[in-house]
């Protein structure tokens, strides 16, 4: 290989990693927070954020009116459990901020079928519907999601990217 077949390479190289750092989406939070994954413990109202070496952040949370069990179906107040994505973000919630659960999968899409039903769907970490709400009173109140106080919720919103694990247990 000659020097010029070199130089091409390296000048490829550079041009590839140039142009696939301009396709990062700068409204999408990167991953300098270190968070790996989020577990969930809905018995004890807490969501932890877990780096590479433990919890980096752990914060009480607020749960669907019926809290206990897994998500069935639509309507039935119940927080989804089970191995789940961050798959979509809404700056421009109701709920202030919110964060979207890959809820349902495949399986809680079967389940529900094969019932008739609807397994339901927009499963989100969020923020409260007005001021005041505030999850470490212990108020399951919303439909299924994962309730937060607005700045909670701004602080989760900002370190876990789409596309992070969040395993939510009973």
């Given at each position: 290989m000659n020097?010029?077949?070199i130089?091409r390479r390296?000048a490829?190289v550079g041009?590839?990693?140039?142009l696939?750092?301009?396709?990062?989406?700068?409204?999408?939070p990167?991953?300098d927070?270190?968070?790996?994954?989020?577990?969930?413990?809905k018995?004890?109202?807490l969501l932890?954020?877990?780096?590479?070496a433990g919890?980096l952040k752990?914060?009480?949370v607020?749960?669907g009116?019926a809290p206990?069990?897994?998500?069935?179906?639509?309507?039935d107040?119940?927080?989804?459990?089970?191995?789940?994505l961050?798959?979509?973000?809404?700056?421009?919630?109701q709920?202030?901020?919110?964060?979207?659960?890959s809820y349902?999968n495949?399986?809680?899409?079967?389940?529900a079928a094969?019932?008739?039903?609807?397994?339901?769907?927009?499963i989100f970490?969020?923020?409260?519907p007005?001021?005041?709400?505030?999850?470490?009173?212990?108020?399951?109140?919303?439909?299924g999601?994962?309730?937060?106080t607005?700045?909670?919720?701004?602080?989760?919103?900002a370190?876990v990217?789409?596309g992070t694990?969040?395993?939510?247990?009973?």
């Open positions: 020097r010029f077949s130089t390296g490829l041009g590839l990693m140039s696939a750092a301009g396709c990062v989406n700068q409204n999408q990167q991953n927070s270190g968070v790996s994954r989020l577990r969930l413990y018995a004890k109202r932890i954020l877990d780096g590479l919890p752990t914060y009480p607020g749960l009116f206990e069990g897994h998500k069935q179906f639509e309507g107040g119940k927080t989804p459990e089970g191995a789940y961050i798959d979509r973000r809404n700056p421009n919630s709920f202030h901020l919110s964060i979207g659960i349902p495949a399986a809680d899409k079967a389940f094969a019932r008739g039903k609807s397994p339901g769907g927009d970490i969020h923020g409260g007005r001021p005041g709400i505030d999850p470490t009173d212990e108020q399951d109140w919303t439909a999601c994962i309730a937060l607005d700045s909670q919720v701004e602080e989760v919103y370190m990217p789409d694990p969040i395993y939510i247990h009973a």
